[in-house]
C-alpha cells in the first residue's frame, strides 16, 4: 500500500504478557518515529528512528519498552509486562527525511488495551 | 529543543476563516516552522510548513513573522471537517534534534454551524 501500515489495529492483551507492534513506513522513507496516546491526551514521543543513526530512545518511558528498525524498513515497538497503564493508541509515522521536506505520514494506529 | 505556545481553545463559525497563533520565541535559524492537525479518532496529518517566507496550499496558509519568533495558520473559510487539534511543531535541521517531531498540547478548534 501507499500508506503508513500499522498492526494489528486492535490489541487486547493481559496484564504482565509481552506484545509486539508493527509498522510498515512508506517505501523509500527513512525516519520512523512512534508515538502513544493516552485516552483524551496528546501525542507522546517514544522513539525515532533517522537513517542509520543510532535511535533517539529519549521517549521511552521504561526498560519495558524497545524498538527495533530492520533493514531501515519495518519496526517493531515490544512492550514487556504489559501494565494497565499501556493502555493507548501507539502511531506510528514515517518522512523522507530532512525538515525541508519533513511531510510525516502517519498510520491508523493500534489500540492497546491491557486487562 | 525549542518549544511553541498555542492557545489551548479556538471557536470561528463555518466559512469564517480563522487565524490559529503559535509563538516561538526560542526558535533557532534553522528550524522549520511545521504544521498538523488531528481529527477526532484520526492520526495526525500534515498541514504545512514553511522557514522564513509565507506559504499557501490548497490547505491553508502559513504567515511567518519576520523575526521568527511566531507563526500564524490561516483557515480561509473554515468547515465543519477542520474541527481538530492543530499542532505547531518545530522541526530541526541540525543537532541532536535533527527532524525530530515533537508534539506539544496544541489548538482545540471548534468549528460552529
Not at chain 1, 37 to 54: D, H, K, M, R, T
Not at chain 2, 24 to 53: A, F, K, M, N
Not at chain 2, 72 to 97: N, Q
Request: hydrophobic share 30%.
Amino acid at each position: 500500500g501507499a500508506g503508513v501500515s500499522q498492526s494489528p489495529s486492535n490489541k487486547v492483551t493481559e496484564k504482565g504478557k509481552d506484545v509486539e507492534l508493527r509498522c510498515d513506513p512508506i517505501s523509500g522513507h527513512t525516519a520512523l518515529y512512534w508515538y502513544r496516546q493516552s485516552l483524551g491526551q496528546g501525542l507522546e514521543f517514544l522513539i525515532y528512528f533517522q537513517g542509520n543513526s543510532a535511535p533517539d530512545k529519549s521517549g521511552l518511558p521504561s526498560d519495558r519498552f524497545s524498538a527495533e528498525r530492520t533493514g531501515g524498513s519495518v519496526s517493531t515497538l515490544t512492550i514487556q509486562r504489559t501494565q494497565q497503564e499501556d493502555s493507548a493508541v501507539y502511531l506510528c509515522a514515517s518522512s523522507s527525511t530532512t525538515p525541508r521536506q519533513g511531510k510525516a505520514f502517519f498510520g491508523q494506529g493500534t489500540r492497546l488495551t491491557v486487562v | 529543543d525549542a518549544k511553541t505556545t498555542q492557545p489551548n481553545s479556538m471557536e470561528s463559525n463555518e466559512e469564517e476563516p480563522v487565524h490559529l497563533p503559535c509563538n516561538h520565541s526560542t526558535i533557532s535559524g534553522t528550524d522549520y516552522i511545521h504544521w498538523y492537525r488531528q481529527l477526532p479518532s484520526q492520526g495526525p496529518e500534515y498541514v504545512i510548513h514553511g522557514l522564513t517566507s509565507n506559504v499557501n496550499n490548497r490547505m491553508a496558509s502559513l504567515a511567518i513573522a519576520e523575526d521568527r519568533k511566531s507563526s500564524t495558520l490561516i483557515l480561509h473559510r473554515a468547515t465543519l471537517r477542520d474541527a481538530a487539534v492543530y499542532y505547531c511543531i518545530l522541526l530541526g535541521a541540525g543537532g541532536t534534534s535533527y527532524g525530530k517531531l515533537t508534539f506539544g498540547q496544541g489548538t482545540i478548534l471548534t468549528v460552529h454551524p
